[in-house]
């Protein structure tokens, strides 16, 4: 897509990433288009009354990071679906009235996207927010490298707080910091490009630590190897129609023995972990933009491993904040 050469005229000097404009439009569609292209959580913007969008976005992407800035020039309201497996970290640049999980704050400083919330946002008009954006399995990669051991299991940036990243003047100074050496003409070779993108996902894994800690907690202290197997199994083979005799068998172990060790050290069963590595691919799957048109709800069900359509969307409500329809209805745009 490319809307500059139409929309994008004198860049404000203050904004980021002025050297890589995207797009400048009173089109809210464009604009949120501009910034979907890279991002890829396909929010919605909703104008307040009697407000004219005088948007701009400013964008690059670095390797497997994508940045972007984005000025509204109007008060409005960035609706976010939950970002599954998206990372997605916001920099305010301006005041930003923040909701997500019952909680209500003024950002002032980054924060991440629930995975499994949807996030409304109010940005400084003028001011706007910086955006980084990677698939979780990048951020799973560096969290891995950083720990000296491969993951057993899929990160997930959820809870019920917001997701406010720790060491946020670091985290800050270090992105903001990147998209000014590309303001100011730094050659993007591929040396250059892979150091500022493993340099900027360190400090995003610094910053969301706190939120990482549950996640990362099974890897430090991973229980019995049966118990990793067995995760394993479930992410390889969570298609099929398991039961909790069959996961058992496969670690050679007993059902009861099982049920034991998810309580122990997961905190949770073998059905509900089942359930939510279902829900998860399902996320994603609808999610998706390249497959959205050619895709249903029900193959997307059965595809993952569901048997009952209703329940599936009963779960699925329940863990992201809207009905699979919903979710495949924006990927359609």
Not at 25 to 52: F, K, M
Not at 212 to 234: F, I, K
């Amino acid at each position: 897509m490319s809307v500059v050469a139409e929309h994008v005229g004198a860049q404000p000097p203050a904004h980021l990433l002025a050297a890589h404009p995207l797009a400048r439009s009173a089109d809210p569609q464009e604009i949120r288009d501009a910034v979907n292209d890279l991002t890829a959580e396909h929010h919605q913007l909703i104008l307040h009354d009697g407000r004219r969008l005088d948007g701009t976005v400013n964008g690059l992407r670095l390797g497997e990071l994508s940045l972007v800035l984005v000025a509204y020039g109007a008060q409005l309201t960035v609706a976010s679906p939950p970002s599954g497996r998206r990372a997605l970290i916001v920099f305010p640049l301006g005041p930003m009235l923040v909701e997500c999980g019952g909680h209500s704050w003024m950002a002032t400083t980054p924060f991440a996207l629930s995975s499994d919330r949807p996030t409304r946002m109010e940005p400084d008009p003028e001011s706007g927010a910086l955006v980084g954006a990677a698939d979780v399995g990048v951020l799973e990669a560096s969290v891995a490298g950083i720990l000296g051991v491969p993951l057993d299991g899929p990160l997930a940036l959820s809870g019920d707080r917001p997701l406010q990243l720790a060491a946020p003047d670091y985290v800050t100074a270090s992105w903001v910091g990147a998209c000014r050496q590309f303001d100011s003409g730094l050659d993007a070779d591929p040396l250059t490009v892979r150091a500022l993108s493993e340099s900027l996902l360190a400090s995003a894994v610094v910053g969301l630590a706190p939120h990482l800690q549950l996640a990362v907690r099974g890897h430090q202290v991973p229980g019995p190897d049966y118990l990793r197997q067995a995760r394993r199994y479930m992410e390889q083979h969570h298609t099929e129609p398991l039961s909790v005799e069959q996961i058992a068998a496969a670690v050679r172990i007993s059902p009861r023995q099982l049920q034991a060790v998810f309580t122990e050290h997961l905190g949770t069963t073998p059905s509900l972990l089942l359930r939510n590595i279902r829900l998860d691919r399902a996320h994603t799957l609808l999610s998706e933009r390249s497959t959205a048109e050619r895709t249903t709800v029900a193959a997307v069900a059965t595809g993952v491993g569901f048997t009952h359509l209703g329940r599936f969307a009963a779960y699925y409500t329940q863990q992201f904040g809207e009905t699979p329809s919903v979710t495949l209805a924006r990927a359609r745009g």
